[in-house]
């Protein structure tokens, strides 16, 4: 093990990451655009979207913690030089996770419309976040596969052929977007909103398909469950159950968002669905940095090697925090032709523009509770997640967002309380880090 980490290393591993880790974002932003664009009720379209795409990211955030479990266990033993250990344990997870995802297909779809009139929805706004939701949720299980494999490879220190599955799924869910929204004249009628879920479904298969390919042909794990359950199925089950609860905190917070954008009005919420998307991506642009603190935090983990745990975790504060001043930069140089890009509507952009600098601001600031999160999942440490998320949703966001709600900021207040959730969910992480391995790394 090197007792150094350099820049090199963590871009070989961030970068490909960074890649893929956009993928689901840029489904939804690609969603978003076409649909914001179409000729029939774009608006009402763009708000429904946004909804479900609030909905779909707490089930994907909630069981897609496999990708975190599995890639902190097989990184630390082969840190460990133990791997033999736990080659069975990625297709337990996967059978586990995906038997799950079945069970909530069965249980959502019928309760489509009750689910969605909870985010205030109505009228067409709620018949088309049903219609698109009950084509979409049927990439989910093929969504829990794909990040699974993408934590198994993590946990190889393997971020390149992630980013290949990633970028194939993207570029088809593109090309699907356009032909099954628009339609092709005398071939393909254009479906509007429901060719955009069938789009999405389409990519998802895809890359469940390339991850089935690449994880058989470039690795010696199998994906054949066999049992008895490896040794390591209860601390992955536990870590599940630790990040299941921190997930639900965290959409707890997405749901008062989105909740209360819809309650202002379809202008409202379909601005807020533009914003609550950038921010999404820019959070998955810095995840590439978060999942390469993940990844090699793990390894030294198992090494025990301290101090170059604490080398790396000083160069991702400072790579991270210019990686988001960055993305806040480059939004803010086009921060009027980013708006054009998802809508014409006037009202809906005015709206946008009020709170995007919010979000362009919130960078360097989700960049080191992106990174830290990451750095706390490689190490194993859910419990502490756990606790801080529920910490900054119950006692920061919630509290913030109802105040403002009675000042009537309305998107501005909702964009200020994700802020200071962002501060109260970061600050904790680095105190704790540093207070725990420091120690541990003077003594070697």
Not at 89 to 102: G, K, V
Not at 180 to 203: E, F, N, Q, T
Not at 323 to 338: D, E, H, N, S
Request: aromatic share 14%; with cysteine.
């Amino acid at each position: 093990m090197s007792t150094s980490i350099n820049l090199k290393q963590i871009n070989k591993l961030a970068i490909p990451a960074l890649i893929s880790g956009i993928s689901e974002p840029i489904l939804s932003l690609t969603d978003a655009a076409i649909i914001g664009n179409m000729d029939i009720n774009p608006t009402e379209s763009l708000a429904a979207v946004g909804i479900v795409t609030t909905f779909l990211s707490m089930l994907i955030w909630v069981l897609g913690q496999t990708r975190s479990a599995i890639s902190s266990i097989v990184s630390q033993y082969l840190g460990a030089d133990k791997l033999s250990e736990v080659k069975n344990l990625p297709a337990q997870a996967i059978f586990i996770i995906t038997s799950l995802s079945l069970l909530i297909i069965l249980v959502t779809y019928p309760f489509a419309a009750q689910i969605f009139k909870l985010y205030n929805a109505s009228d067409l706004i709620l018949d088309y976040s049903v219609d698109y939701y009950q084509i979409r949720v049927f990439g989910f299980p093929f969504t829990l596969f794909t990040i699974a494999v993408f934590g198994t490879f993590r946990g190889l220190q393997n971020t390149y052929h992630p980013m290949i599955i990633a970028i194939t799924g993207a570029v088809a869910n593109i090309i699907l977007d356009v032909v099954l929204v628009y339609g092709i004249d005398g071939y393909i009628p254009a479906m509007h909103i429901k060719g955009a879920a069938y789009a999405s479904v389409l990519a998802q298969i895809i890359m469940a398909l390339l991850s089935t390919y690449y994880i058989l042909k470039k690795t010696d794990i199998p994906l054949l469950v066999k049992f008895p359950f490896n040794k390591e199925i209860n601390r992955f089950i536990i870590m599940i159950a630790n990040l299941f609860i921190r997930t639900i905190a965290l959409n707890v917070a997405l749901y008062f968002g989105t909740s209360f954008a819809t309650k202002y009005g379809t202008t409202y919420i379909a601005a807020y669905t533009i914003a609550i998307n950038l921010w999404f991506l820019g959070a998955f642009l810095i995840d590439g940095y978060a999942s390469a603190g993940n990844i090699l935090s793990g390894k030294l983990f198992g090494a025990k090697d301290y101090k170059t745990l604490i080398n790396l975790s000083n160069k991702l504060i400072k790579y991270g925090v210019v990686v988001g001043i960055i993305i806040g930069a480059i939004g803010a140089l086009f921060y009027y032709p980013i708006g054009n890009i998802f809508t014409d509507d006037e009202t809906v952009l005015n709206e946008f523009y009020k709170v995007f600098w919010i979000i362009l601001a919130m960078q360097p600031l989700c960049a080191l509770a992106f990174i830290f999160d990451g750095v706390f999942k490689g190490l194993g440490k859910m419990e502490y997640l756990r606790n801080v998320l529920l910490f900054s949703t119950l006692l920061v966001f919630i509290p913030v967002i109802f105040t403002t709600d009675q000042l009537e900021l309305k998107l501005y207040g909702i964009f200020t309380a994700f802020t200071l959730w962002i501060i109260a969910r970061g600050l904790p992480l680095i105190i704790k880090f540093r207070k725990t391995f420091k120690p541990l790394a003077q003594k070697t």
